[in-house]
């Protein structure tokens, strides 16, 4: 594999504090799908989890299709909501203070026009585009940033503040804030961040300030989470490792137990979620791979993006839910897999 001198130095920082745990051998099993979303008409790519706080089982699943736009699907997989709004890569959500109510804004990046999409998720489950809906995504910057393509949201849980970040092709992730200016949205650069190669999946660990990048081919970094606390990102994991054999990485996502947290990501190359433990400021370890095999709906092929929740939904997701995006189906379509978090922890034996 050819690493340029950049990502070399960097990975080489990194390996000795990852030498010897995280090369040992990892458990690899299989779980299967309790349901799956509809099927969109074109590629499905990324999802996102909305917990409704009221009523949990109602609760909301985005899903893009980088194809043509935004879909919201209850837990049994049917569509409630969609938006053609065009090539929607990624989305994520963190709730907002808008016009004095509390919302989820949701947003995603969208490659056609270099956009970053607003959407508002409502308390009783309503969705509608915000308010503006559109920004541009390429920051004014001396560098030359273009092809914007993954993204991700955070929020400060002490001050509020909240964070659309996008990355691009060139490397680079722009972080903004969100801001409320009379009910209406507003965006504010507040720094640019850069990886040596091509970024896509996002993970912001609100609780402990962390910013976690998939670099496609290489490697996944986490960098300081709030502007001001330092643009110097280290490496966690390293593409060839036991949970990444082969790139790419791309999907990110965080759960957050009562008794663990772990970051799952999307190893696409060999079909599996990879699942690290959490501590702190500690490397994240890899606790092992998960296949969804075919069961009740047909297995999880070249996943793209994933998201994962721990709060309970229900009775098919007492213990959190993880949703994959799955290339094909039967009928060569594409869409997203809902899957039990208490069949992946009691597979891999998990807290």
Request: aromatic letters at 8%; glycine letters at 8%; a negative charge.
């Amino acid at each position: 594999m050819k690493i340029d001198l950049l990502k070399s130095a960097a990975l080489a920082l990194v390996l000795p504090a990852l030498a010897p745990a995280a090369w040992a051998e990892v458990p690899d099993v299989a779980v299967t799908a309790v349901t799956e979303s509809a099927a969109l008409p074109g590629d499905a790519d990324d999802p996102a989890i909305w917990v409704n706080p009221d009523n949990p089982e109602a609760s909301l699943v985005l899903g893009t299709d980088k194809d043509f736009g935004l879909h919201f699907f209850d837990l049994s997989g049917q569509s409630v909501a969609y938006f053609e709004d065009g090539r929607i890569n990624n989305v994520d959500l963190r709730e907002f203070q808008l016009g004095g109510e509390t919302v989820w804004l949701a947003s995603g990046t969208e490659r056609e026009n270099e956009e970053i999409l607003f959407y508002v998720i409502h308390r009783d489950g309503r969705v509608e585009r915000a308010s503006p809906h559109a920004f541009p995504g390429i920051p004014d910057h001396p560098d030359e940033i273009k092809k914007i393509y993954g993204h991700a949201m955070a929020r400060d849980p002490e001050t509020g503040l909240v964070w659309a970040l996008a990355n691009f092709k060139t490397g680079h992730i722009a972080q903004y804030e969100v801001l409320d200016v009379d009910g209406q949205i507003k965006l504010e650069l507040a720094r640019v961040l850069k990886v040596p190669s091509q970024p896509e999946g996002m993970i912001a660990d609100d609780k402990m300030g962390h910013l976690y990048v998939g670099e496609e081919d290489a490697a996944i970094w986490r960098f300081p989470l709030l502007p001001g606390a330092g643009d110097t990102g280290v490496v966690v994991a390293t593409v060839p490792s036991p949970c990444f054999p082969t790139d790419d990485i791309e999907g990110l996502s965080l759960y957050d137990g009562e008794a663990a947290r772990y970051l799952v990501a999307s190893s696409q190359g060999i079909h599996r979620a990879a699942i690290f433990a959490l501590d702190g400021e500690e490397t994240p370890v890899c606790r092992g791979l998960v296949e969804i095999a075919a069961g009740v709906v047909d297995g999880v092929t070249e996943t793209d993006g994933l998201a994962v929740t721990s709060a309970n939904l229900g009775p098919d997701f007492s213990e959190g839910m993880l949703v994959m995006m799955d290339d094909q189906n039967a009928d060569f379509t594409s869409n997203f897999k809902f899957i039990s978090f208490a069949d992946i922890k009691s597979a891999l034996n998990l807290d």
